[in-house]
Nanobody, 126 residues
Framework: QVPLVESGGGLVQAGGSLRLSCAASTLRYDYDRYTLAWFRQAPGQEREIVAAILWSGKDQYYTASVQGRFTITRDNTENTVELLMKSLKPEDTAVYFC?????????????????WGQGIQVTVTP
């Protein structure tokens, strides 16, 4: 059973918006102690972090290229994390992954994240 399930990807024109959602219903009971993140991987490129949010929701991280355009939020009662993406660019095209790290700190490297979703495609056309 996949611990994290993404939804909301698709095809959008440049300048448009998409909202990605990730359901983490099968993580262990103390879900609210996980740092949650979105990574992405474009063809031929390494997986990179896009955004992350600490268990409290008060601390967030965004990679420079999405700062001001993307917003990460979480709902600890629903065990979900969302990524609202605005002003999308063709270079945002990638497979997006939801990830969880049982940690009280935000880690930006994928090796620290124990749980992953299967990924969802986001394609931005010019």
């Amino acid at each position: 059973q996949v611990p994290l399930v993404e939804s909301g990807g698709g095809l959008v024109q440049a300048g448009g918006s998409l909202r990605l959602s990730c359901a983490a219903s099968t993580l262990r009971y103390d879900y609210d102690r996980y740092t949650l993140a979105w990574f992405r991987q474009a063809p031929g490129q390494e997986r990179e972090i896009v955004a992350a949010i600490l268990w409290s929701g008060k601390d967030q991280y965004y990679t420079a290229s999405v700062q001001g355009r993307f917003t990460i939020t979480r709902d600890n009662t629903e065990n979900t994390v969302e990524l609202l993406m605005k002003s999308l660019k063709p270079e945002d095209t990638a497979v997006y992954f939801c990830a969880a790290d049982y940690s009280s700190a935000i880690m930006t490297e994928s090796k620290y994240y124990e749980y992953w979703g299967q990924g969802i495609q986001v394609t931005v056309t010019p």
